[in-house]
């Protein structure tokens, strides 16, 4: 018989240091990342080389498991998320990045997933970049709708920002 969830405070959520990986918060529920596995890891460290490599010209600000609050009760966790033109000046993001990126692990749930992409793109994030490392499969969400990279390159428009799963994997 599963408990039923342990509600807590915005701000005990905000003063809490969590061991191991950051968490979110879901409408008073703190709710654990998957993360950890090298496939993971490897794929996150390739994606923050990649766009720092393009911040002096695209100016792209890359930040890896930054926290964004996305509704007033609402705190994500992505395992990037990428700011054209300056980087914001809080702590805590509250104004939508360009980009989101979730790398998959085997732990993740497709409505989990689906919940945290609907969740960005009601707080206003234009593009979102769902990989699965050990496939390697890559999707991009937008407003209007879904896809996977047909390609295998995960793309954004104005500006167009790249990046070949192939090479990400390698």
Same mark, same amino acid.
């Given at each position: ?18 061991? !191991?990986?950051? *968490? ?11 993360? !950890? ?13 990649? %766009? ?22 609402? %705190? ?8 054209? =033109? ?6 805590? %993001?509250?104004?939508?990045? %360009? @980009?989101?990126? =979730?790398? @998959? ?6 409505? =989990? ?13 234009? &593009?979102? &970049? ?7 499969? !890559? ?8 896809? =996977? ?5 995960? *793309? ?15």
């Amino acid at each position: 018989m599963r408990r039923p969830p342990v509600l807590v405070p915005v701000e005990e959520y905000l003063r809490t240091s969590f061991e !191991g990986p950051d *968490r979110e918060y879901v409408d008073g529920v703190v709710v654990e990342r998957h993360v !950890g596995e090298k496939s993971h890891s490897r794929m996150q460290r390739k994606l923050v080389a990649l %766009f720092a490599q393009m911040e002096p010209t695209a100016r792209t600000y890359c930040f890896p498991e930054q926290r964004l609050q996305v509704a007033p009760t609402r %705190f994500r966790v992505p395992d990037l998320c990428v700011y054209l =033109e300056r980087e914001p000046e809080e702590e805590i %993001f509250t104004t939508p990045p %360009f @980009l989101v990126v =979730e790398i @998959l692990s085997p732990c993740d749930r497709h409505s =989990e997933v689906m919940e945290k992409i609907s969740d960005y793109l009601r707080f206003g994030v234009p &593009w979102i &970049w769902v990989i699965d490392p050990r496939a390697p499969r !890559g999707w991009i969400y937008t407003a209007d709708g879904g896809r =996977e990279a047909p390609d295998g390159i995960l *793309r954004t428009e104005n500006p167009t920002l790249a990046a070949p799963l192939a090479e990400l994997v390698a």
